[in-house]
T-cell receptor, first 113, second 111 residues
């Protein structure tokens, strides 16, 4: 158990819908990272927040957005969902701004039908 | 764009044998990470390599980093079934905090 929690574990929704994935980092970690893992794209970095501020952006679609709240938990919002958005979404956390090591949560499996 | 390539992509090996997984990356970086993922599970950190020539060992796994060659290896010694998993390497740019993951190597250890 890494200490990073994610909810929900599974999510099934229809195309065009909007969902919110939630992540709580390890106690003391200020950075949260979001990743998408799919069969065709592999494991891709989406976005990083550090202490409430966006720090790095990867291959995140405009339909996706994220934020980190004062209590340091983070939410990833996915809207206008498409079949290709079906994937495993991981959250990771690290102590500082520059990640020397990231601890991954259990993931949320999103299925878009 | 930074590229991270692993080979082989799939590896089937017999118990007791040795093998090496290779991770090549395309940009300057002194930091490389190895993770393990079991089917349907999260990623578990195995090794953090933070300098040229770094070598770390844990049980039957040993990882090394050659930053000049932009190459890391994960060596498996006397494989056992419990090592069956997918192994990922990841690199972050020295100036950044974004991880770039390799394609993964799916390892199956057969009796």
């Amino acid at each position: 158990d890494s200490g990073v929690t994610q909810t929900p574990k599974h999510l099934i929704t229809a195309t065009g819908q909007r969902v919110t994935l939630r992540c709580s980092p390890r106690s003391g970690d200020l950075s949260v990272y979001w990743y998408q893992q799919s069969l065709d794209q592999g494991l891709q970095f989406l976005i990083q927040y550090y202490n409430g501020e966006e720090r790095a952006k990867g291959n995140i679609l405009e339909r996706f957005s994220a934020q980190q709240f004062p209590d340091l938990h983070s939410e990833l919002n996915l809207s206008s969902l498409e079949l290709g958005d079906s994937a495993l979404y991981f959250c990771a956390s690290s102590v500082g701004d520059s990640a020397r090591e990231q601890y991954f949560g259990p993931g949320t499996r999103l299925t878009v039908t | 764009e930074l590229k991270v390539e692993q080979n082989p992509l799939f590896l089937s090996m017999q118990e007791g044998k040795n093998y090496t997984i290779y991770c090549n990356y395309s940009t300057t970086s002194d930091r490389l990470y190895w993770y393990r993922q079991d089917p349907g599970k999260s990623l578990e950190s195995l090794f953090v390599l933070l300098s040229n020539g770094a070598v770390k060992q844990e049980g039957r796994l040993m990882a090394s980093l050659d930053t000049k060659a932009r190459l890391s290896t994960l060596h498996i010694t006397a494989a056992v079934h419990d090592l069956s998993a997918t192994y990922f390497c990841a690199v972050d740019k020295n100036t950044g905090n974004q991880f770039y993951f390799g394609t993964g190597t799916s390892l199956t250890v057969i009796p």
